[in-house]
């Protein structure tokens, strides 16, 4: 199942490993990937009732059933404008919000949506990915566009809605002589972007992480910005200034950090150079001391070695993880470095590392 939202072993770095995974493949074989990311149009709000029964009936006993249907039926919403409040209105769609089974019943709502052993599909919730590895663009937008018709279909039959001119599709490829071309998504052409923010995180055509790092970045000075007054403070102590970056600032960068891990050596040191100045705000060292003196002295790691570790227990993870498009990554590695036709970094590699570093 393509779905790894709300369930459970499965989370948003898994699924961009498998998106991830499939890019690089395709730099090395020298192809085109074009990726259509679709935006669902208030996805949750829109779960057919009548159609999600009809979908339970076939899985539930009669007694759950009964009882998930009394639960969504005879619903009601009023409007209040002051002291005016209008009538009830009946609710026939979406799953209720904040619920613990809504989310449930949202991704057996969509469980049954088009497949193609072809192609790469990617569900987290409503965020929806489909990559095309072709050998050009013509023969990946075609396959898409076949795949498009039958989510047309889908959307129509289940009275699901997209928003085709919030979706994007993106070119993945090193190749220079590419031609442009249309995805028609619901009767509408789908904009063409050099890149996407899908989960979280950036993808730019050739997967340089320059502008998830610039983003990244910029989040990262204006947490600094807004907390810089504590954490100079001479009457806060370090440790707690210590756990306030820890637990304020380093996340911004530290997620999804298994997969973007991949970048080069001149981006993550833009990172490290942010984390050096949080650490002299801190202690308030002078110019001559040196930043590793810094990292030991707070027992903060470096950028490269949370990178590192952060790799290392990803990859443990996906090698026992028991849904199968998961491990099939795991166990077909990219080849070696010198034997591959474009030198480029993967986070398997820092795994690599790590298990084979003299320290450890």
């Not at 209720?96 to 569900?123: R, W």
């Not at 007054?229 to 950090?257: A, V």
Request: aromatic fraction near 8%; hydrophobic fraction near 40%.
């Amino acid at each position: 199942m393509t779905q790894f939202g709300f369930r459970a072993l499965h989370s948003c770095p898994q699924q961009l490993d498998r998106v991830v995974s499939k890019i690089l493949d395709t730099y090395e074989e020298k192809k085109v990937c074009l990726g259509l990311f679709i935006d669902t149009e208030k996805a949750f709000d829109k779960v057919w009732h009548a159609g999600l029964l009809a979908k339970l009936k076939g899985i539930l006993d009669d007694t759950l059933f009964l009882i998930i249907r009394s639960y969504l039926s005879d619903r009601t919403y009023s409007v209040r404008y002051g002291d005016a409040l209008s009538r009830p209105h009946g609710v026939s769609a979406s799953v209720p919000q904040g619920s613990v089974i809504g989310p449930v019943l949202y991704v057996i709502f969509s469980s049954d949506f088009p497949s193609d052993t072809e192609l790469t599909i990617a569900h987290f919730a409503d965020d929806v990915a489909i990559l095309s590895k072709q050998a050009n663009c013509r023969l990946a937008a075609e396959e898409l566009q076949r795949m498009t018709a039958r989510i047309d279909d889908w959307c129509k039959k289940w009275r699901v809605r997209v928003n085709p001119t919030k979706s994007n599709v993106v070119r993945f490829t090193y190749l220079r002589k590419v031609t442009d071309e249309t995805i028609q998504l619901q009767g509408t052409a789908v904009p063409v972007s050099t890149s996407v923010r899908y989960l979280g995180l950036h993808l730019d055509q050739r997967l340089t992480w320059n502008e998830h790092v610039s983003q990244v970045i910029s989040k990262m000075r204006n947490r600094i910005r807004a907390l810089k007054h504590l954490l100079s403070s001479e009457s806060m102590s370090i440790h707690i200034k210590r756990l306030m970056y820890l637990t304020l600032i380093r996340p911004i960068w530290q997620f999804g950090c298994a997969i973007w891990s991949s970048a080069s050596d001149s981006q993550i040191k833009r990172v490290q150079t942010l984390q050096n100045r949080v650490l002299r705000i801190i202690t308030g060292a002078p110019w001559y001391i040196r930043n590793k003196n810094l990292h030991r002295d707070l027992d903060v790691p470096e950028v490269s070695e949370v990178l590192r570790e952060t790799c290392c227990k990803h990859q443990s993870t996906i090698m026992a993880h028991p849904n199968d498009l998961l491990r099939s990554i795991a166990e077909d590695p990219p080849p070696p470095r010198a034997d591959r036709r474009l030198k480029r970094k993967r986070h398997s590699d820092l795994a690599v590392t790590q298990h084979t570093s003299p320290h450890n």
